[in-house]
């Protein structure tokens, strides 16, 4: 794991790719989580290394055993990684709005599908897949990477609620 930068500024890292979201049409819990992406955090919580890097290609099954991907390669997508067991994952399965979106959980050899498909609300993507979870070194959930143009334009962790930003 890379020692964090301190002279990193993460609000700077998040304000033009995140400011740009208000022109696709998402949902607007989904452009509020987005933003709330943009807010400060602390240094070292948002992974500099990714940013700026290509956008791995996510590969797997979706909750009922089918082959599922994520393209990330054209436009934009919020990458919302999650699992069924963690808490504060709860209220963003429960909140979550169709779009340019994908809720990622671990591989069905680690993660229930059947828990996994009780949770996924209708017309969201969901992807199991540790691959991708490798892929973009996410270690903890709930954690967001935004991905713009086959590039990741943020990484860091996710409001642990969709109603977050009304805080």
Known sequence: MHAPDP????????????????????????????????????????????????????????PWGRPATVSTEHGRVGLVFLTSSCAPCQNLWGEAVAGQVALV????STESRRRVGQLAPPGVKVVMSSEAWNAYGVTRAPWLVIVDGGIVVGDGPAPRTWDAIDA
């Open 7 to 62: 002279s990193v500024d993460p609000e700077a890292l998040f304000a033009g790719p995140v400011a740009t979201f208000h022109a696709v049409r998402i949902g607007q819990r989904l452009r509020e989580v987005l933003n709330r992406a943009g807010a400060p955090v602390a240094a070292g919580s948002i992974r500099r290394a990714r940013t700026g890097l290509p956008a791995p290609a996510i590969a797997g099954v979706d």
């Open 105 to 108: 959980t671990p591989s069905p």
